[in-house]
């Protein structure tokens, strides 16, 4: 089945042969980008960012530029028409004039998948609320794919704020659809994932899951570390505060016992969860996970606008 | 006389001849955008909005791009150096050289006129308070001639807020300047269209022009039904609103008299004046009448930039 | 040495061999633009403006347009991760992969300086609080290049608040590095350039300083009148300001001795230092000097990128 047309929401929307398209697309393309310099040509990427958010906008602005595309948008919803009292469904029903895909960014849940009911143009969903983040699901699995070379058999360490990190949740249900995963999800007890979606995923998919509050007993097992921040705020005092945030920052000195090919991504901004002594070992790839973001995005771009048909 | 070169102020700056020119190039491309989508190759559409306005900023910056050329630009005066205390002469004239046509939106009446005067490059008024907003009649006359065939012998009513509505002013005020045009003018008492200008529309052209409260007795002689917003706060007491407010709702019920051929236009963006079930009714056009939009703000563009000139 | 990859911090990072370059092929650009119309096909402009400035900003998204390459960015820093703690070095790490060149704006003094450490992609500092703005002083010098021939033997004039004025400090030390230049301070004594920076000139440069109040007397020698807003609120006191403010405006009254082909330029905006009689006298370029800004930024795009390396 053809991407071309399509609506991206939710991860897991896409089957796992529709990601894989997607991913070795975004690879070939990283792997040759020159090849692709024309191939959006005449095309327009519309971005509604109805809530601020300069890297994933400049992401896909980006990606539409290098495919030979044009760009245009908003960054904020304070100038649209919303205050005016109109819907979604009619912004979107003018909106999709003007542009041959559209990037929507909402704070609020279900925007997106809202909106794609009647957009006429393939719409992808830019993040809403703490809801679903589809191209950052893809920024990691494209990461991964590159440095791991299968997306198989790894024992993932997810680690932070896995009680409301948008961002882990998606990465989860989504890695859990792949053969051989085991995941160590290390968190403060607070800040555990939802039990809900950790049943989901038991009873679902075939996975091994370990809850833990440790990051370093369980540091030589780990093929891929998944850091992400902790809001201070989220927790319930400051003495629990304290106690734990170290224990969830990474170092070097807490990698001496990891794997020589040990894989850390962060969706990013960092704040401190991640030394800067990490930045220049190998394993730190949460720079070029956020430059091979800008790929996957491309060959999204490509297959969705139906530029690239991929058989 | 060739549109190179020339500013668009007032929609009445234009001869019937001149709009008729560019509403043909509008159609013609709207037919066949792809023979023009290289015209404004290496030209720059600067869109100067001291006054956000999403659906019209997007709307010319899809049209400069369809025909190849780039945009830049502001979506609101609070990046500028207005608030240095620079005059609007002094803006323009180093604003004239980062761009070859520009689009000025501005809350003051009056000020995309007095920018045209130091302005080298062509202005095009992208809206001044509650004064001008040529584009918009554009896209109005340009989708009549889409739907009808001609401008010609139409029955129009204009229905809500008439008083202070710019829209509808500029609309009537183009309208009545073609050959047998009736005007069925429909809103509260408090809202109708202002004295002076339907005693300078009576005076100068060959119109009819009926003043009533009620839509739906004259339903079946319309021709086209152009719809605008009533904003509450018009009212001078709750009382009324609640009395008048449904009589200015359009919806299929009332529409069961109405002609077949009938054409239902909105300036956007709607609130509730039309009902969504209308959306569905083959005379409703509304959305249509904003893609058209894009059309003919390309073909002027592409006139006024001159890299297309109608003998 | 080729400009190729090199970052643009402080005017005075540039030889005046590089600086010479860099103006020549800006002239040659504006002589025939269409020439370089499309050298930076497929190259991205990266505005990173963390601190509004339409005018810097329009100006390099035009000459990067102009050069047939593409922008993205932000016009100021509400949009940013900055808000969630993410530091300059993070920020620039992600940004550098979204362009092939940047430009950043910053409130924060050197913060355009620690972000080129960073960046892997040519970075050119659009101003950063009071202190650099190398492409204002390049566009000083490409304008005084145009109308005097050669940069050698001037007696320039540099007039208005002298202490705080980011763009006559540059271009005070820039010019200082030129043959036989000759400088006339023309401040309120409140206003007089810091002692450091002259006693810095002075040691280091073959120039001559006269530093006055007064505008009129030396009027007669003057051959570039570079002028300059002073903001009320940098007086001391309201007398002083009322006493001392029209010294420091220019008029047509005030030009009747000054040379024939005397050069008046301007950073821009001017709110009152020049009179608007002076526009339309020949030696009034601040208009052309904020248009040929353009040329030499895309010389200095051309440059940075590589797309033209003089050798």
Request: charged share 25%; proline share 4%.
């Amino acid at each position: 089945m053809s991407l071309k047309g399509r609506h991206v929401i939710d991860p897991n929307d896409l089957t796992l042969e529709e990601i894989q398209e997607v991913v070795d697309l975004g690879l070939k393309i990283y792997s040759n980008p020159s090849a692709y310099a024309e191939i959006c040509k005449g095309k327009i990427l519309g971005t509604l960012f109805y809530e601020a958010s300069t890297r994933t906008r400049l992401s896909f602005e980006s990606a539409m530029l290098r495919l030979g595309g044009s760009i245009l948008g908003f960054s904020d919803a304070s100038t649209t028409s919303v205050k005016k009292g109109e819907t979604i469904a009619d912004t979107i029903r003018v909106m999709d004039d003007y542009a041959d895909i559209l990037v929507m960014r909402h704070p609020r849940e279900g925007a997106p998948k809202l909106a794609s009911q009647y957009a006429t143009v393939p719409l992808i969903n830019g993040g809403d609320g703490g809801h679903q983040h589809p191209t950052q699901t893809l920024t990691d699995l494209i990461t991964i794919k590159h440095y791991k070379g299968e997306i198989k058999n790894l024992k993932v360490a997810l680690c932070g704020d896995l009680l409301f990190g948008r961002t882990v949740h998606s990465l989860l249900k989504t890695l859990s659809r792949y053969e051989g995963m085991k995941f160590i999800l290390i968190s403060p007890p607070e800040l555990k994932v939802p039990y809900h979606l950790k049943n989901e995923i038991l009873e679902n998919y075939d996975v091994e899951i370990v809850e833990t509050n440790c990051l370093e007993t369980h540091m030589p097992e780990i093929d891929l570390l998944y850091m992400t921040r902790i809001q201070k705020e989220r927790f319930f005092n400051e003495e629990d505060y304290v106690k734990l945030k170290d224990s969830y920052i990474v170092n070097r000195d807490k990698l001496q016992n990891a794997k020589e090919d040990m894989l850390i991504l962060h969706p990013l901004p960092r704040v401190n969860e991640i030394n800067y002594d990490v930045d220049t070992d190998p394993r730190g790839k949460y720079f070029e996970q956020a430059r091979l973001g800008i790929y996957v995005r491309m060959a999204l771009i490509a297959l969705l606008t139906g530029v690239i048909e991929v058989c």
